[in-house]
């Protein structure tokens, strides 16, 4: 057995020295490597060369509120988007605003994101302290009240993206067709800021990436699917103009104006989408004042079959389970099966 010590001293020694085992070390002790949002805000942008840079124009319109608020810190982002759908002798017309006081932190900070329309539909998240609350502006269960939410997955961050992206989204409506003119320097809430004009650049070339066809039911697809789809695969941006100013320090889009149409065929005729909006950003360094709500419903389960379903939504329930009356219940296994004519 003494014999066998020396042996097992030498390999010890020639796998501490094992440059495979080495490396292996080397990876599970590292530091973790910094959340996107924080590697992504280290990032120098020079929104000097916005106008220049497809690159860089494309970074800063499609920067997300948590690399935005690494970059610029607490602030207060405003939207309102207007919606006016005109075709088929039709004419209709929303107006949607977001809201969105962001706290220090964009990884993991506190904030409250609202987004709201005309048609009185809306949304209200709140995260303070990594606790998640959320509300509805419409609905009859809890309508108006915030409920906990425990096991957020990604709905507080998503909305505060959503709050945020409207830039974003306006960029890709018009298929990112948004072309920056450099108009000097301007200032926006006491901070330097490029300013460009906006105007409708010619189509991006096709890079040759296709989709994978859409999977399609077998009774195939709904009307408002399809409306959409067609939608998607055939609007053409057909004007645009506006301006936006980008801060010259942290590459953040501090005001944006945006008036652009968008033109489709469909089988009743030709359609046109009119888009307008106008997003500002204020109170730059300032932390809002972020509380949980003092009156608020406990996170629960969702209701456990239909019945529970039915009841949760003040559905009468006439009928225990299984459809039968009490007196038409089988009787206990004890007294056996119920006599003919029972």
């Given at each position: 057995?003494?014999?066998?010590?020396p042996?097992?001293?030498?390999?010890?020694?020639?796998?501490?020295?094992?440059?495979?085992?080495k490396?292996?070390?080397?990876?599970?002790?590292?530091?973790?490597?910094p959340p996107?949002?924080?590697a992504?805000?280290?990032?120098?942008?020079p929104p000097?060369?916005a106008?220049d840079?497809?690159?860089?124009?494309r970074?800063i319109?499609?920067?997300?509120?948590?690399?935005?608020?690494?970059?610029?810190?607490?602030?207060h982002?405003t939207?309102?988007?207007?919606?006016e759908w005109?075709?088929?002798?039709?004419?209709?017309?929303?107006?949607?605003?977001?809201?969105?006081?962001?706290g220090?932190?964009g990884?993991?900070?506190?904030?409250d994101?609202?987004?709201?329309?005309?048609?009185?539909?809306g949304?209200?998240?709140i995260?303070?302290?990594?606790q998640?609350?959320?509300?509805t502006?419409?609905?009859?269960?809890?309508?108006?009240?915030f409920?906990e939410?425990?096991?957020d997955?990604?709905?507080a961050?998503?909305t505060r993206?959503?709050a945020?992206?409207?830039?974003r989204?306006?960029?890709?409506l018009f298929?990112?067709?948004?072309k920056?003119?450099?108009?000097?320097?301007?200032?926006?809430e006491g901070?330097?800021?490029w300013?460009?004009s906006v105007?409708l650049?010619?189509?991006?070339?096709d890079?040759g990436?296709?989709?994978?066809p859409?999977?399609?039911?077998?009774?195939g697809?709904?009307e408002?699917t399809?409306?959409?789809l067609a939608?998607?695969d055939?609007?053409?941006?057909r004007t645009?103009?506006?301006?936006?100013?980008?801060?010259?320090?942290?590459?953040?889009?501090?005001?944006?104006?945006?008036?652009?149409r968008?033109a489709?065929?469909t089988?009743?005729g030709?359609a046109?989408?009119?888009?307008?909006?106008?997003?500002?950003?204020?109170?730059?360094?300032k932390?809002?004042?972020?509380?949980?709500p003092?009156?608020?419903?406990p996170?629960?389960d969702?209701p456990?079959?239909i019945?529970?379903?039915?009841?949760r939504?003040?559905?009468?329930h006439?009928?225990p389970?299984g459809?039968?009356?009490?007196?038409g219940?089988?009787k206990n296994?004890?007294e056996?099966p119920?006599e003919?004519?029972?």
């Open positions: 057995m003494k014999s066998l010590l042996l097992l001293a030498v390999v010890a020694l020639a796998a501490c020295t094992d440059p495979v085992d490396a292996a070390k080397k990876r599970i002790f590292s530091p973790e490597d996107q949002a924080v992504s805000a280290s990032q120098r942008l000097e060369e106008a840079s497809p690159a860089i124009s970074r319109l499609g920067m997300g509120a948590a690399e935005a608020t690494e970059r610029i810190g607490p602030h982002y939207a309102t988007i207007g919606w005109n075709g088929n002798a039709h004419s209709v017309r929303l107006k949607e605003t977001r809201d969105l006081h962001a220090k932190g990884v993991s900070g506190d904030f994101a609202q987004l709201s329309n005309t048609d009185d539909q949304l209200e998240v995260r303070v302290g990594g998640v609350f959320a509300r502006t419409y609905g009859r269960q809890g309508a108006g009240r409920r939410r425990r096991r997955r990604g709905m961050e998503r993206e959503e945020y992206g409207a830039v989204d306006f960029d890709e298929r990112g067709r948004l920056l003119t450099a108009q000097g320097t301007s200032t926006v901070r330097t800021a300013k460009y105007s650049s010619a189509p991006l070339p890079t990436q296709k989709l994978p859409r999977a399609v039911p077998k009774s697809l709904d408002t399809a409306r959409r939608f998607y055939t609007h053409a941006p645009l103009q506006g301006e936006v100013l980008v801060d010259a320090e942290t590459s953040v889009v501090l005001k944006a104006k945006l008036d652009g968008i489709m065929a089988d009743a030709d046109e989408l009119r888009l307008t909006l106008e997003t500002a950003m204020t109170d730059l360094g932390a809002p004042s972020l509380a949980a003092k009156d608020f419903l996170d629960e969702k456990v079959g019945a529970a379903a039915m009841e939504f003040g559905v009468e006439k009928l389970d459809g039968l009356p009490s007196s219940k089988a296994s004890e056996g119920p003919e004519g029972e």
